[in-house]
């Protein structure tokens, strides 16, 4: 009986593990849940957010209908619940547990936003009757004469803009008369220029404005039912003068609202997220639509993305992140990378500080305690630098290791010694082709992130001559901001020891990659040369 209850608890565990939820209602959502379930991935959708779609797209309404029909069959049907607010999710050492509005409780190896969005309203000094343009392309009534304008008060995303021009095109065709008033052609890979191209051929005239925005009016007419418009546009490209346009029908391009990002995956993704307030992902080892909180990954308009084809393609690169990260999960060890002693009294700032929600505090009635998440540690080491207890400490690289470095420097009295201290993925590789100068030591380390303040301290005040850090390049490091916190960290004490100490050694940071054994050995060289020319 026993053991029929343990393997029965393993296999819920296993298929908690490959499952995904996705959580959104509508297209976007759709597009999410066939790419995930065309991998193996078992999937649930949370139905929260809008029904509509904010996906815009070039091509014509048949094949559009026809692909969302295609969606719709029952190969990528799967369990939904309904949801009036966001899912609350907290990550765990598996996966996530996710709590649903109705109080139940589950587990998903990983989790897909994929909510719709909003557009912005219509800018408040356009007269009343201008329409927007909608994520579905619009039919405007036959032979009347219809003005499409772009870039009003921003420039205009290029996933609306175009169908903004495929409106206009289908206007020209259907006997209508189409303008295009813009800044910049809004043309995003050969479907844009094609589209461009296949509308200026049909008649549509595209018009270009400069700092100067159009000047709509609407004109009073004898007949309510009809509405008419006059646009002033100072065209840059014909000699700079006025052009005046009257048509029947006006549409106004404007983009999605970023705050439409429910409060629960802000919080799980701070600071990834653009001066507009759109979630990013900024690493050369992110694929679109993944975040860095390994196992959560966003897809469509809350990226900024609302073409259907870009939508389509992020949607298959995080699936196909995520049975990776699904993978991982089942050979994830047991054990932690790091080690959490008696000395933590839960100050929580390493919790604040992991890049990668690595770290959880796990409740527990007598005393609380910080649980670290194996399988999302990418030993960064930036929460053991900064944590005020010396409490963290990462296994590979243990604190023991810095301070037998340290008692050897002092042992030797090696002031004619140098130190870098390299990222062991990037340094470290690129050291097997170099032959290290006499007196230099080289020490790897996790990642330049995980050299703290008094590790720093203490060796350059070992009596060496200074101290050369090889980090990764901004955008290369395994850790969302390994090298950079390493980098800030190194400026502030150059200054604080420069002021404390007449006498101190040297300083530097660089960065480099696996690939640049050359420059490594080049960057060493110049430290060294910039060292020996410190006066005495």
């Not at 509509?52 to 969606?71: I, M, N, T």
């Not at 049907?77 to 547990?97: D, L, N, W």
């Not at 220029?193 to 007419?221: C, D, H, K, S, W």
């Not at 470095?405 to 082709?433: K, M, P, W, Y």
Request: glycine share 8%; net charge neutral; proline share 5%.
């Amino acid at each position: 009986m026993l053991n029929s209850k343990l393997q029965t608890n393993t296999l819920q565990e296993t298929r908690a593990n490959q499952s995904a939820l996705v959580v959104g209602n509508g297209l976007t959502a759709s597009i999410v849940t066939a790419a995930v379930k065309s991998l193996g991935i078992d999937v649930t959708r949370s139905k929260f957010g809008l029904d509509s779609a904010l996906l815009f797209h070039s091509g014509g309404r048949g094949p559009f209908e026809a692909f969302v029909r295609f969606l719709n069959e029952g190969a990528f049907r799967c369990e939904t619940t309904a949801s009036s607010t966001p899912v609350e999710i907290i990550p765990v050492e598996k996966g996530f547990v996710v709590t649903f509005d109705d109080g139940s409780r589950s587990e998903f190896g990983c989790v897909f936003f994929a909510t719709e969005g909003n557009l912005k309203p219509i800018p408040n000094d356009l007269p009343d009757g201008v329409n927007i343009v909608t994520p579905g392309i619009l039919k405007v009534p036959s032979s009347q004469s219809a003005c499409f304008v772009l870039d009003y008060e921003e420039i205009t995303d290029p996933s609306i803009g175009m169908n903004a021009m495929r409106m206009a095109l289908d206007n020209q065709l259907s006997g209508g008369n189409s303008f295009v008033l813009l800044r910049h052609a809004p043309v995003q890979g050969m479907l844009g220029e094609t589209l461009y191209e296949t509308a200026r051929l049909a008649g549509v005239r595209f018009l270009r404005f400069g700092n100067i925005a159009p000047r709509i009016e609407r004109l009073q007419t004898s007949n309510d039912l009809s509405i008419k418009f006059q646009i002033s546009i100072q065209d840059i490209i014909e000699r700079g003068e006025d052009i005046l346009i009257e048509c029947d029908r006006v549409f106004v391009t404007v983009n999605p609202l970023p705050a439409d990002i429910p409060i629960a995956f802000k919080h799980l993704l701070s600071k990834e997220t653009d001066p507009l307030g759109f979630l990013i992902q900024d690493s050369v080892h992110c694929l679109t639509g993944k975040s860095f909180r390994r196992g959560l990954y966003c897809v469509g308009p809350s990226t900024g993305c609302m073409d259907l084809l870009e939508t389509v393609f992020s949607a298959s690169a995080a699936a196909a992140d995520a049975r990776s990260w699904l993978g991982l999960l089942e050979q994830a060890p047991s054990s932690s990378k790091m080690s959490v002693s008696e000395q933590c009294i839960r100050c929580l700032t390493c919790l604040r500080l992991c890049p990668h929600a690595a770290i959880s505090l796990k409740s527990q009635p007598s005393k609380s305690s910080v649980n670290i998440t194996g399988a999302r540690c990418l030993e960064c080491g930036i929460c053991v630098a900064e944590c005020p207890r010396n409490a963290l400490d990462l296994k590979g690289f243990p604190e023991e290791d810095f301070v037998t470095l340290i008692e050897r420097l002092r042992a030797q009295n090696a002031h004619d010694s140098t130190v870098v201290f390299g990222c062991h993925r990037s340094a470290g590789r690129a050291l097997s082709e170099i032959e290290l100068p006499e007196k230099v030591i080289f020490f790897p380390v996790s990642c330049a992130g995980r050299l703290s303040e008094s590790i720093l301290s203490a060796t350059l005040l070992a009596g060496i001559k200074g101290i050369l850090v090889l980090g990764c390049h901004h955008g290369n490091c395994r850790s969302k901001n390994g090298t950079d916190w390493a980098k800030a960290r190194l400026d502030t004490m150059t200054t604080r020891l420069n002021t404390m100490f007449k006498d101190i050694g040297s300083f530097s940071y660089k960065t480099m990659a696996a690939n640049e054994s050359p420059r490594m050995l080049k960057l060493i060289n110049e430290f060294l040369d910039s060292v020996d020319r410190i006066p005495d």
